[in-house]
């Protein structure tokens, strides 16, 4: 058995992976030690970097390089990039820094401001629930014990989750 967060395994399909997978982990153990957490992850999309580590631990990420976009740890590819990342961690030279309260205020106003590189990924629009205009299994079910009978499932055209400006400009 493995130890909880610990992600290296022998039998990697590429060495691209494995670096991946190391780079994870010493990350989560220099964040661990930086915040005296056990339990602290890195969180890799730009909304939860924000939540987690920079305003939960006040740390910012310092040191991420300027021609890699920040996203998702899984969705950078290439042995140059991971081999990078992982060399820049080692030598010091990317690391995690206290940030001042000027710097959270400002993150608060403007989520881009936390983001540890100039490349990143923005934060998607919050558009509500997923299964909006969708029945609702346990309400489905709750109605079948009282004794409601359902009825057909409406599959009819449904409108879009949010509109465009140019969309409502050709509406009016």
Known sequence: YRVLGDTLRVDYARREIRLRGELRQIMN???AATTNDPHARMSW???QFLRRIFLR???KLIGWPKGLVWQNLSNITGLARISLLIHLFKAGLMRFEP???AERD???????TAAPGPLFLPIPPK???VDIKARRLGTIKKWVAQGFKIRYVRN???SSKWISAAAEERAE
């Open 99 to 101: 940030n001042t309260p």
């Open 45 to 47: 999309t730009l909304a």
């Open 57 to 59: 631990y006040q740390l």
């Open 127 to 129: 558009l509500g629930h």
């Open 106 to 112: 400002a993150a608060r106003l403007d989520p881009c």
């Open 156 to 158: 009819g055209p449904k």
């Open 29 to 31: 153990n220099a964040l």
